[in-house]
């Protein structure tokens, strides 16, 4: 399944992000790792202390990458409207759900502080990113003074994650992008 | 845990909606079913066929439940944003998800579509109750003649949705209602 120049470590960790995403953590078993990545039992505790150690170094890795993919576009060029909406509008693999996201829906993921900081941070770093286009958009008149920018910003994340939901409900990613067509009618730049 | 007058099919429906909520469908053996409901194995496949049929029980009685109490305030009296106000605003237990929509990110009930059903049903059944109230408002002048109620309407619910997830990650139901009051101020009535 991968490449036979990545490490064992590597192979584990690529392995627990799939399933991760796939089963979530309560879903993911150490034995499906294993045999995902094509690696024996001894080489997972060789490398990790074990799977809430893997499933940290796994999530950390998702984060980073999901946070460089939301820059790319939130950093593009345009008006803060325009950036906000080509993030609204990226390729999302919408029936997969968020790969940080769901990680929330996750009993043993919440209950560990350790492996529930990364999504938190991820989520709260995105959260930042959006305030600052929201007040530099209302700085250049685009949306009304009165919006509190960290508020719009948490709106925005929220219907994100909720249109996941919606398109997981329904079986259908149509139901994310009706979602975000709405929140981009309420958020439509000012006269 | 359950009062003796309960039935033993009673408890057992109510111990797997407790369980869903907590744990997920994955999450969520046959064994803790009947651990915490205090009844023995061959009771369980004595009143259903095993534990996908159990949980279609539990998810059909919580997906009711829902839909009782949206409805108790989007039927409420006042006007159309007011109604939607009462229910983005009532209370809920938001640091464990919304019981109905966190089961989207159980790969074993998307993968069935009868389980997924009664999911599916309910959010939809939301949405066009929500997509009512938006009409309604439009006609009343309240919102922008302009805004496509049915988009509206999934950006409320997503927000919902995504508000949980949100509350989750960051461990406080302050993000929850933070996500709400960007959405209400987008959605202010006009003048």
């Known amino acids: 399944m991968y490449s036979g120049s990545m490490s064992t470590s590597d192979r584990l960790i690529e392995s627990t992000r799939e399933l991760l995403?796939?089963?979530?953590?309560v879903g993911t078993s150490?034995?499906?790792?294993?045999?995902?990545?094509?690696?024996?039992?001894?080489?997972m505790y060789h490398h990790f202390r074990g799977?809430?150690?893997l499933a940290l170094a796994a999530i950390r890795r998702t984060a980073e990458?999901?946070?460089?993919a939301a820059e790319g576009v939130l950093g593009s060029p345009g008006s803060p409207y325009e950036r906000i909406e080509a993030y609204l509008r990226r390729e999302?693999?919408?029936?997969?759900?968020?790969?940080?996201?769901?990680?929330?829906?996750?009993?043993?993921?919440?209950?560990s502080d350790e492996?529930?900081?990364?999504?938190?941070?991820?989520?709260?770093w995105l959260r930042g990113r959006l305030a600052a286009l929201v007040e530099e958009g209302k700085e250049q008149g685009q949306f009304a003074p009165a919006l509190d920018s960290g508020e719009i910003a948490s709106a925005i994340l929220a219907t994100v994650q909720g249109g996941y939901?919606?398109?997981?409900?329904?079986g259908s990613p149509a139901a994310f992008d009706t979602a975000v067509r709405g929140l981009l009618a309420l958020l439509?730049?000012?006269g």
């Not at 995403?21 to 953590?25: K, L, S, T, V």
């Not at 029936?95 to 996750?106: A, E, F, K, S, Y």
């Open 115 to 124: 492996l529930r900081a990364p999504v938190d941070e991820t989520l709260a």
């Open 30 to 43: 150490p034995k499906a790792i294993l045999e995902h990545a094509g690696a024996g039992q001894g080489s």
């Open 65 to 68: 990458e999901m946070r460089a």
């Open 21 to 25: 995403w796939e089963r979530g953590y």
């Open 165 to 170: 939901v919606l398109a997981r409900a329904s």
């Open 188 to 190: 439509a730049p000012l």
């Open 92 to 111: 999302r693999d919408v029936l997969r759900g968020c790969p940080v996201g769901r990680l929330t829906m996750d009993p043993d993921v919440i209950a």
């Open 51 to 53: 799977k809430p150690d």
